[in-house]
């Protein structure tokens, strides 16, 4: 099995940044795309960046110029540098992986247990 962890979330005033990084750990043979998912209170849970092994990045319209994903494959961690946030932003953050733990074994997708990210002044 393939656990994340995530971390890096807190409290953070209005143009402020924070970077959050999320670990896989466990019996990994193969990690494929992983990515970001923020939930807010009373919304559905939503893409926020994704980033394939080969290094392709995808965006939420809403986060475009001002996030930036990305992955250190030697340490199975994806990163989220967030800058310029907004209390919009405030949410919870998941980290998310699709994973092979061992060859010839179907591709299972993992989430994090999320963190706190919040906006405020």
């Known amino acids: 099995q393939v656990q994340l962890v995530e971390s890096g979330g807190g409290l953070v005033q209005p143009g402020g940044s924070l970077k959050l990084s999320c670990a896989a750990s466990?019996?990994?043979?193969?990690?494929?795309?992983m990515g970001w998912y923020r939930q807010a209170p009373g919304k559905q849970r939503e893409l926020v960046a994704s980033?394939?092994?080969?290094?392709?990045?995808n965006y939420a319209d809403s986060v475009k110029g001002r996030f930036t994903i990305s992955r250190d494959n030697a340490k199975n961690t994806v990163y989220l540098q967030m800058n310029s946030l907004q209390p919009e932003d405030t949410a919870v953050y998941y980290c998310?992986?699709?994973?092979?733990?061992?060859?010839?074994?179907?591709?299972?997708?993992?989430w994090g247990q999320g963190t706190q990210v919040t906006v405020s002044s």
């Open positions: 998310n992986a699709d994973a092979q733990f061992a060859w010839g074994r179907p591709v299972l997708n993992y």
């Open positions: 466990g019996s990994i043979f193969s990690i494929f795309t």
């Open positions: 980033i394939t092994s080969g290094g392709g990045e």
